[in-house]
T-cell receptor, first 115, second 112 residues
């Protein structure tokens, strides 16, 4: 079965430090990859998406992610963390084009920002 | 513009009762998805609608779960004879350009 792995259920960084959240996926190159953010008691908000147009993808709130085919990775980064970035982050993959199989999600990474 | 809306936002029910959850997708989106989010299982895909049709219902957790969509718009997820393990947040999403899914705020279901 296809799978998405997020390394680290919790990541803690200091305010102003680099944020790195890791995501790896199984199988061959999938059509689309996504990062979503979830704030407490809210739904999922799209941060960014990879659609094969460019390997480095820029999203909202200063986040970006790089697709690396050789490493089957799609890690999320932000140069300087803000307190408002504290949330749960999910990597998701659409393994089949057309979307009939839904998205496969990683288990999420809780980002903690230390003042 | 209006996003995906879901109602109710919270639902507390007693074990054995039926519940109905509603999703209003983004206008014009023909594809709609239901997911379940729970502490133990993370985010699970339940069912997909293209228009009013759901080609594959195998993702539904049991035969107590059913879903329908009418008029290519509103969808309802029904859980019959609820059990405590059904307690979760149920998320709905509709799909736009390049397979991007936009999520609603979810319905938090608590079965006592």
């Amino acid at each position: 079965a296809q799978s998405v792995t997020q390394l680290g259920s919790h990541v803690s960084v200091s305010e102003g430090a680099l944020v790195l959240l890791r995501c790896n996926y199984s199988s061959s190159v999938p059509p689309y990859l996504f990062w979503y953010v979830q704030y407490p008691n809210q739904g999922l908000q799209l941060l960014l998406k990879y659609t094969s147009a460019a390997t480095l993808v820029k999203g909202i709130n200063g986040f970006e992610a790089e697709f690396k085919k050789s490493e089957t990775s799609f890690h999320l980064t932000k140069p300087s963390a803000h307190m408002s970035d504290a949330a749960e982050y999910f990597c998701a993959v659409a393994f089949s084009r057309g979307g009939a199989d839904g998205l496969t999600f990683g288990k999420g990474t809780h980002l903690i920002i230390q003042p | 513009g209006a996003g995906v809306s879901q109602s109710p936002s919270n639902k507390v029910t007693e074990k054995g009762k039926d519940v109905e959850l509603r999703c209003d997708p983004i206008s014009g989106h023909t594809a709609l998805y239901w997911y379940r989010q729970s502490l133990g299982q993370g985010l699970e895909f339940l069912i997909y609608f293209q228009g009013n049709s759901a080609p594959d219902k195998s993702g539904l957790p049991s035969d107590r779960f059913s879903a329908e969509r009418t008029g290519g718009s509103v969808s309802t997820l029904t859980i019959q004879r609820t059990q405590q393990e059904d307690s979760a947040v149920y998320l709905c999403a509709s799909r736009g350009f390049l397979d991007t899914q936009y999520f609603g705020p979810g319905t938090r279901l608590t079965v006592l």
